[in-house]
């Protein structure tokens, strides 16, 4: 699949790390570091910016390293950028850890997965077929 994009960063278009990769790393476009402390949120830029076929979507999620060594993710995870969207991407990024995180520009921040999605019809009913979970939820399948 093709994708159009404009590169307005100081960096080179995301890429797969390897051929089985679902997602593409994203980067800082930033002028100066963004010091992150513990419990806040700030908006970086990437400089990107993307025009996706009708019917698919641009997920941004965490990067598994940030989040586990630095406490570092991304708050609306997965984020959307909907197919007519036309301006930058841009990630939430928190720091949930004790300690400050300092966003460098050209620093990997986020990931991001292209996937294809459908619009849904809304059919009202007044029943709804039964099924062997009912209205189970929140943990009623047990620990397994």
Do not use: C
């Amino acid at each position: 699949m093709k994708i159009k994009v404009i590169n307005k960063s100081k960096h080179k278009l995301p890429s797969y790390a390897t051929g089985a990769a679902a997602g593409m790393d994203l980067r800082a476009n930033i002028d100066a570091p963004i010091v992150l402390k513990s419990l806040e949120r700030t908006l970086v830029a990437t400089g990107l910016f993307i025009e996706l076929p009708v019917g698919y979507e641009a997920q941004i999620r965490p990067r598994s390293g940030l989040a586990f060594k630095n406490g570092l993710t991304v708050l609306n995870s997965p984020g959307t950028i909907d197919a007519d969207y036309r301006g930058e991407i841009k990630v939430i990024l928190v720091n949930l850890s004790k300690e400050d995180f300092t966003i460098n520009d050209g620093e990997r921040v986020a990931q991001m997965v292209i996937a294809k999605h459908e619009q849904a019809e809304w059919q009202e009913v007044q029943v709804l077929e039964e099924s062997t979970r009912g209205e189970g939820g929140f943990g009623s399948t047990g620990k397994k």
